[in-house]
């Protein structure tokens, strides 16, 4: 009799060609799919009758804060938010204090992750001006997943975007290149906008629509001449989201929740500077536009651009409050609840959060598949569940959508074969890992 450490027992699990009921067991961190004629036993089975088994979530967009900024959130914090949210990878941005700009910069995070993260991890490198050989190094590195390239300013003080700089890493680097796309020029000239502004409603007016645009079409030009594929990041117009549809050959597009459910100028209304964030929220229009391109396959995934700050800073008052939102712990629910709201379904959702973010970055994840790395969410579709700020295990400790409503109460987050959730008790032990790139899918 063949003994496993997990076997999980009666649910419908989400996989890429539907909903399907499915036994699954874990041996050694790997998926292995269950024949119901087989002999088995486990350290540990779990009766996932009547629950839904996703694939473990992957969110491709957190600023954990650390090193630097730790007051705010740290890789402890900040994981522990993931797998509450059932999430169970995360990809990390570079604009902490100092920068990710160097391999030895990288390793230190692993490092530090390797002790404090109850998620999978891997790190971005920030491109700059100088930095050009170490960027060369990224593809070496397990748990590097790629190169960060801010075009416009945002927190922190990674910045690039002069064209002859952009085309030498375009063509001298290989794996992802992910851009937060605004025109740097144009925010500079327009910075009495903002100077002169007494409320967050002028942020997006700052922050509108050309500044995205005009940023990214300068640099869907240089990736076409230099023959590089480019991830673009927090789409949040109808212009951009329309243009990077007649170009998808040369990119890949995410878009966040939050553009997806928040609308201007309501949201400044009533969150004020806690609804700032770069890019900006904008007006309906343009989020019904981001839902039409989700729906024509334009996007490929959804991240969360998790950027908290404390209720201390977005309490000083715009223009001195800084920009940014958390979300990892509340990505999933939030889908879940456009699920509810009949504007996502299930396979949708596991499209854009794990089928979609392992191919994009080559992982061995994202699939309820035999040999999969066995990283697994199980909820109970049947239970309601409202967001709640003291809930958020976020340094921030607030949200956005505090007092949204979903179905789909997280039972269990389930990483490399380990319960680090159990309907709501965390794992003291530390069981994330970086993440191995294979090989990109897009």
């Known amino acids: 009799m063949e003994k496993f450490d997990l076997i999980i027992k009666g649910g419908t699990c989400i996989l890429e060609s539907g909903p399907k009921k499915r036994d699954l067991a874990v041996k050694d961190g790997k998926i292995h799919v269950l024949d119901k004629s087989e002999d088995l036993s486990a350290t540990k089975i779990i009766d996932a009758n009547g629950k839904h088994i996703f694939p473990g979530l992957i969110d491709t967009q957190v600023h954990f804060r650390e090193p630097g900024l730790t007051h ?17 990878t995360y990809l990390e941005m570079p604009n902490t204090t100092p920068p990710t700009t160097t391999k030895e910069a990288i390793l230190e995070k692993i490092s530090l992750a390797k002790s404090k993260s109850l998620a999978n991890f891997g790190f971005y490198m920030g491109g700059t001006a100088e930095n050009l050989e170490e960027l060369k190094k990224a593809k070496d590195i397990e748990g590097c997943c790629g190169i960060k390239i801010f075009l416009g300013s945002s927190t922190g003080n990674l910045l690039l975007y002069k064209r002859d700089k952009l085309e030498e890493i375009f063509k001298n680097t290989t794996g992802i290149i992910a851009l937060h796309s605004e025109n740097e020029e144009m925010l500079v000239q327009r910075k009495s906008v903002r100077d002169n502004a007494t409320s967050a409603h002028e942020h997006a007016n700052w922050r509108n629509v050309e500044t995205a645009l005009t940023s990214t079409k300068r640099v869907i030009e240089i990736a076409k001449e230099c023959k590089r594929k480019v991830h673009v990041l927090h789409i949040t117009s109808k212009d951009e989201i329309d243009f990077l549809a007649e170009n998808k050959e040369h990119c890949t597009v995410e878009v966040t929740p939050q ?9 400044y209304d009533k969150l004020g500077t806690y609804a700032q964030m770069n890019p900006p929220i ?14 024509k396959g334009v996007v490929d995934v959804i ?6 700050h404390t209720k201390e800073e977005k309490d ?13 712990q509340t990505i999933f629910p939030i889908l879940l609840h456009h699920v509810e709201m009949g504007n996502l379904t299930i396979l949708e959702v596991a499209k854009y959060l794990c089928f979609n973010p392992a191919k994009l970055y ?4 994202g699939h309820l598949e035999e040999g999969f790395d066995a990283d697994i969410t ?4 049947n239970k309601t569940v409202e967001i709640k700020n003291e809930d958020m295990a976020s340094k921030c400790g607030w949200t956005p959508f505090n007092g949204y409503t979903y179905k789909g109460e997280i039972n269990y987050t389930i990483v490399g074969g380990n319960i680090v959730v159990d309907h709501g008790q965390v794992s003291k032990e530390k069981f994330g890992k970086p993440i191995s790139i294979n090989q990109r899918k897009f």
Not at 316 to 328: A, R
Not at 362 to 365: Q, T, V
């Open 378 to 381: 199980i909820v109970d579709m």
């Open 282 to 295: 904008r007006t309906a229009d343009h989020t019904a536009g981001l839902w039409g391109a989700l729906k």
């Open 362 to 365: 080559g992982l061995n994840k």
């Open 259 to 267: 553009h997806l459910t928040l609308s201007s100028p309501e949201c």
């Open 303 to 308: 991240g969360s651009d998790h950027a908290p």
């Open 72 to 88: 705010k959130e740290d890789l402890a914090s900040g994981s522990l938010a993931a797998v509450l949210g059932g999430v169970t």
């Open 316 to 328: 000083q008052g715009y223009p001195n409050s800084p920009s940014g939102m958390p979300g990892v």
